[in-house]
């Protein structure tokens, strides 16, 4: 038996993406499948949206892009980072991938979406010159859009008029949040990541958003033991059983993405809520069971109704650096995906 199983349901995915092509209401999905979709797979991620009728792929530097052209060989590809080099902008002219752009010199023979500053204060463009031939996109980036429509309306406003003139070119501002709930944020198309893995850009339930979970993660209880008391679990003695307490051992720790400020969350065992305790190790945690369990008992991680929102709470971070941490090592864990 594997020490724990990732599965990626592309079904989810597809699902999601359609619930943001019927919210965007004419605008296209630009699928962001940077840093290996959010710990999703980008090459299976990106086969699901496109056939759902993305209209680009975008990703964070030359290699990802390169990485997706080897499989899909017409769709849009916005590398939406800087580049690096003279050499990595010859490969992304030979692979056709479009890159956004905010220095004075813009690449030749490349596409180029030149990304404006509006309000975020870090990549893009101040001031927007008169675009070359080269430039196929105006972009920019909004700080708030999950916590501050205010702020986030003053940047797509500001957006709005300077790139007027310019209507011609293809104008996107929107990320997940601004495409769900910011409709003038929309223009030709939104930029979307996070609620395409069905999580929520806002860290509530992404059922509040019609949106699905598409990764789950199921492990097991490799040993079962009662504490006495006094007797305690895990590195620094961080948990000391008051009174006989049953716990059981899952193989999972941070090296696998189950960070280490996760004590405190919730698993399920065998389907009910169990809380995880002590010091989460390398290699393992321990949850507080309530009576004994078999060896071998499912442990639901993440899925069927464990949230990667709730983790991220418990841990103080988002839900967007939680599932980027999981890493189903081969030699660790097993990936699945499914189509369901
Ligand atoms: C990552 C990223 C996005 C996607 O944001 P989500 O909140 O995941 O939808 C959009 N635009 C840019 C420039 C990004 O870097």
Redesign the pocket.
Known sequence: MHRSEVTVDLGAVRRNARTLLRALEGSQLWA?V?ANA?GHGAVDVAGAVVDEGAGAL?V?TVTEGLELRAEFSLIRILV??PTASSREIAEAREAKLEL?VWDEEIPEGVRVHL?LDTGMGR?GLAELQKPGAEVVGL?T?LAT??SDPDYAAKQIELFRTVTEQYSDLMRHA????A?LRLPSSRFDAA??????YGLS?FGEDPAADGLEPALSWRSYLAQVKQLQPGESTGYGRRFVAEEPTWIGIVPVGYADGFRRDLTGTEVRVSGEPRGVVGTISMDAFAVELEREEPVGAPVTILGQGVLAEEHARVAGTIN?ELVCGIRADPRRARRVVVDA
């Open positions: 962001v940077k959010y975008c964070a939406m980072g956004a990304k990549w972009m980036h859009a999950e929107a990320n997940s949040a495409a930029r979307c990541g996070i609620a395409l850009p967007y």
